[in-house]
């Protein structure tokens, strides 16, 4: 230690931010720092002791899966939610973002994918939307549109502000947003999924904008699920896992495999067991998809299904796995491409047509799109059936209890009662009705879309044990997972998913976590050993 500092000295010196904490000097300048963050919901510990610090005049990708916690991290730094404990420091002085407003005062704008401005107002008017000039107490219209209009024109936009916001394309409206948040804030503007719903021009448009935007000293947070856009526009990336900050780390100094590992959790060395490669060969095609996509969506895709195999689909959250699954099912209509069922091309534009053919889904999001709440265990298990059967059909009390039951039995469900509500389930017994409302309807394809994700131990095993048995029993299966090690386990061949692209498919020796990463990460170099 350096004999002229005094320990008051270098208390002064942690107070201003200069720490080695975690591996790296933490800048005394930041634009925006958190410190030890702990946010705690119930018994639920979203944050666990995350730091994280945003410089002037960078680019600072946050990334992380479902779950890692990026969405209340951003929450804090914004005002909308209040750490349980740590510190939201701006220009290295603590401040307390009780609410947004606090936060905008503080210097920090925020857009989000959904822009969140009023399309049926002028351009100009959601511009000054809150702070409009006025001239004798009333607004000045005249001023507001011409400032707009120099406003405008340093993002290289040529329109008109009187007209209306809604007239205009996605990305104008969100180069509107980041706009508004910028004249409004001027120094942190984080863009939480802003290319979501760009194509590639627009993103190219985006990108020109937030570089010019670093140039002049604005601290940008970028939230993506696109790492080729990472590795195009940022300066740094953190990555966040189950709560925790796993890195944060320069750009140059990391490779997409390093990012996807990190966010995965998995080493691109292990090789593990592959997935099912017995002698058993397959069943004849069920399902051929050809050039099969949804503009916005998912790029045309090009993959023929077998009876009595499971197709794995891996990739990153954001990837296109669940855009895929949504258009196979007819849940988003595909608007390019043709599909053929059993050799003869037929047309899926909505759910009813492929349940009519014997496809079933269970979607990612169980409690929003899979469950019906407040209706019984026994009425979720039978009401795919009931629907294919027609309601002039109607399953009587009877008939819907043995059905129930039957598969209440065979999937251990565990309820007090058929009848009581579903929504008082735990998620695994939650899923197992889901799965089981599909098999009651005994089909012939079945997609699952992250089936084992937030259940118990039990129901996990349960689960893989009947994908595993359906697809001995000659069922076609496509089931998405974000468990490399799980969906390498029962996959016949792997589809693996990066930016709304099927970037690879894999089959034989080549399923295994190490391929997949570095297929996820498009890495070149061939596969770690």
């Known amino acids: ?83 349980t404990t ?11 973002l009780d609410n947004p407003q606090q936060a905008q005062k503080h210097g920090i ?29 009333l607004v000045d219209r005249r001023k507001m549109e011409r400032d707009s209009r120099d406003i405008l024109k340093r993002y290289g936009l040529d329109i008109d502000p009187a007209s209306e916001l809604g007239a205009h394309s996605v990305a104008v409206q969100q180069i509107v947003a980041i706009a508004r948040a910028v004249e409004l804030s001027g120094k942190v503007l984080i863009l939480d999924e802003p290319t979501a719903s760009l194509d590639r021009n627009e993103v190219e448009r985006l990108f020109e904008i937030m570089r010019d935007l670093r140039a002049k000293g604005l601290a940008i947070v970028f939230i993506t699920h696109f790492l080729d856009q990472v590795f195009a526009v940022a300066d740094r990336v953190t990555i966040l896992r189950n709560g925790k900050r796993i890195e944060t780390r320069a750009l140059d100094d990391v490779t997409r495999t390093d990012v996807v590992r990190l966010m995965l959790g998995k080493d691109v060395a292990f090789s593990g067991a592959t997935g099912v490669q017995d002698a058993r060969p397959l069943g004849e095609v069920l399902l051929d998809f050809r050039n099969y996509g949804r503009k916005r969506s998912v790029h045309p895709f090009t993959l023929s299904i077998h009876k009595g195999e499971v197709v794995g689909v891996a990739g990153l959250l954001g990837s296109g796995r669940t855009e895929m699954a949504r258009i196979m099912f007819g849940a988003d209509a595909a608007d390019e491409g043709e599909v053929h069922f059993e050799g003869k091309p037929v047309s899926i534009a909505r759910p009813t047509d492929a349940i009519s053919k014997g496809f079933g889904f269970c979607p990612e999001d169980r409690k929003a799109e899979g469950i019906f709440g407040d209706l019984s265990v026994r009425e979720n298990i039978i009401i795919a059936l009931q629907g294919k059967l027609g309601w002039f059909s109607a399953l009587n009390r009877d008939e819907q209890m043995e059905i129930a039951g039957k598969f209440g039995e065979a999937m251990d469900i565990r309820a007090a009662s058929l009848d009581m509500p579903i929504k008082l389930l735990s998620g695994g017994n939650q899923q197992k009705v889901i799965l089981s409302r599909w098999l009651a309807t005994d089909p012939a394809f079945l997609i699952l879309d992250e089936p084992t994700r937030g259940i118990d131990v039990g129901a996990h095993a349960e689960i893989v044990r009947t994908i595993n048995r359906l697809r001995d029993e000659g069922l076609a299966l496509v089931v998405i997972s974000s468990e490399l090690d799980e969906v390498v386990a029962y996959s016949s061949r792997i589809v693996v998913m990066r930016d709304r692209e099927m970037v690879a498919e894999l089959s034989g020796k080549d399923i295994n976590p190490g391929v997949i990463v570095q297929a996820i990460a498009n890495h070149k170099e061939g596969t770690a050993s």
């Open 1 to 83: 230690m350096d004999p002229g500092l005094r320990r008051g000295d270098i208390l002064w010196w942690w107070e201003l931010g200069w720490s080695t904490r975690e591996g790296g000097m933490v800048d005394a300048d930041y634009a925006l720092e958190a410190r030890g963050i702990i946010k705690v919901f119930g018994n639920h510990v979203a944050l666990d002791n995350v730091d994280f610090g945003l410089r002037a005049g960078e680019i600072h990708a946050l990334l992380g899966e479902n779950g890692a916690g990026k969405s209340t991290l951003i929450k804090i730094l914004t005002g909308a939610y209040q750490p």
């Open 109 to 137: 704008g925020t857009v989000y994918q959904e822009v969140n401005l009023l399309p049926n107002r002028s351009v100009a008017e959601n511009l000054f939307l809150g702070h409009q000039p006025t001239r004798f107490g």
């Open 86 to 96: 740590g510190q939201v420091l701006a220009d290295g002085v603590p401040v307390a």
